[in-house]
């Protein structure tokens, strides 16, 4: 574990919290580059290394910036983008396009001619039009782009419903109704401009139990042996996903890479032996599990309000701005004063952040030490979803990141300033 206690101050990856606080102000995102490595390892070690045709594609949503693209590079995975400003950054940053995927449900027209100029390595396609798209763009361009399709599976699995996507009833991917993927898998296979390289399923994220996946494989396999038998195509891939739960509070029960991933490779061997084909190639979007419990998020404590008989809360100078999750699907953290981490924990209290939203609300009953105006608070496993959520509500600007290893930091994103923040704002004459 990459915190530790010594001298009644929590400590990240070697380095002092307080200490960072102090040099780079708060609030401030804290990345673990050698946590992030560890889990790189795991997967390597328990897919990449153990199965033969396999890839893993970092989904860069759950924190991406120009230094993360550099460490996913080093550390031999591919790259999954779902925004053209996904696509730009690992762009900027040199990330290799044949190693990137395209996912989205509603890529635009100039996103897809940005990924098709840039040779990326596959797009994948999630609704029935958007292969129509790609065509028009490869037609103009004399090209031709790897395809997959994502599919729906249609299984419910146990996580918040917002974060649930392999439902039938989903934004996301193509209903498996025989009228609509038949058509479409035909229109694919025949296309002169895309070579379709299979199919591609995700039923969730932050999920312990690996039930809902091998649901879905199931079902996917069976649209595999389908294809093969009408149409003699075997497809050459097969991306499972991700969505392996991590740790946030002492109620997660983490599992292993290899407990969701052992069994579905065992089902996919003996799949493909049964019906006579090769074995796809089999890849993985893993994201919070790389980087959610690499990132803590330090705060100063300030104003308390301590209504006796209800609750006493305790207000730090970030909250839904910096991480939204808890406001929006009651995500729960746990955290520690990173300067009384030996304390007795006397205090039940309420983390509260300074938005002007009763619902700013980040630790609800939390078990600290005696809190005091000024106190450094650590909230632990920010790492995913918090700075790529972030925004400037309350006109808040957006945090300084630092990335952390064996006692050593640097900034790989600065503090935005009020100027910054306010840059692409005019006044028109009319208003002068």
Do not use: W
């Not at 031999?76 to 925004?83: A, H, K, P």
């Not at 065509?135 to 994502?150: H, Q, S, T």
């Amino acid at each position: 574990m990459d915190r530790t206690i010594k001298n009644n101050t929590l400590y990240f990856d070697g380095c002092n919290t307080v200490e960072l606080a102090k040099k780079y102000g708060t609030p401030l995102y804290v990345m673990s580059e050698t946590a992030i490595v560890e889990k790189c390892k795991e997967i390597r070690d328990t897919f990449l290394n153990k199965y033969e045709k396999t890839r893993a594609a970092y989904a860069s949503k759950a924190f991406l910036t120009l230094s993360m693209c550099k460490i996913i590079e080093r550390e031999g995975l591919c790259m999954d983008v779902v925004s053209g400003g996904e696509l730009y950054t690992a762009m900027k940053a040199d990330f290799p396009a044949e190693k990137i995927e395209f996912n989205g449900n509603n890529k635009s027209i100039e996103e897809l001619q940005l990924a098709i100029d840039y040779n990326i390595g596959r797009i994948i396609v999630d609704g029935l039009d958007e292969l129509d798209l790609i065509e028009e763009i490869c037609k103009e361009k004399g090209k031709k782009v790897n395809i997959l399709y994502r599919v729906t599976p249609g299984v419910k699995s146990d996580s918040h419903d917002y974060i649930v996507t392999g439902k039938k009833d989903s934004k996301f991917g193509i209903p498996l109704d025989d009228e609509v993927i038949f058509p479409a898998i035909e229109h694919a296979i025949k296309s002169p401009y895309a070579n379709f390289m299979g199919f591609h399923f995700h039923v969730g994220s932050q999920l312990h139990d690996n039930e809902s996946h091998l649901k879905a494989l199931d079902i996917v396999l069976k649209l595999i042996k389908d294809t093969k038998e009408k149409y003699d195509y075997a497809t050459p891939e097969l991306n499972i996903g991700g969505g392996f739960g991590i740790k946030y509070t002492e109620a997660d029960h983490k599992k292993p890479y290899a407990y969701f991933l052992d069994p579905m490779m065992e089902k996919i061997e003996q799949f493909s032996k049964d019906i006579g084909i090769e074995r796809p190639e089999i890849v993985i979007e893993p994201g919070r599990s790389i980087v959610g419990e690499a990132g803590i998020t330090l705060y100063t404590i300030g104003t308390i309000k301590d209504i006796k008989g209800i609750r006493k809360y305790v207000s730090v100078d970030g909250g839904m701005t910096d991480n939204i999750r808890p406001a929006l699907y009651q995500a729960k953290y746990e955290g520690i004063v990173a300067n009384k981490a030996e304390e007795p924990k006397t205090e039940t209290v309420t983390i509260c952040g300074k938005c002007c939203e009763s619902g700013d609300v980040l630790i609800r009953d939390a078990q600290v030490a005696d809190v005091k105006r000024g106190d450094i608070f650590a909230v632990f496993s920010t790492g995913a979803y918090s700075y790529t959520m972030a925004s400037n509500y309350n006109k808040n600007p957006l945090l300084a990141t630092v990335l952390v290893k064996e006692g050593k930091s640097e900034i790989i994103v600065k503090r935005q300033s009020y100027e910054h923040m306010i840059e692409n704002e005019i006044i028109p004459d009319s208003l002068k």
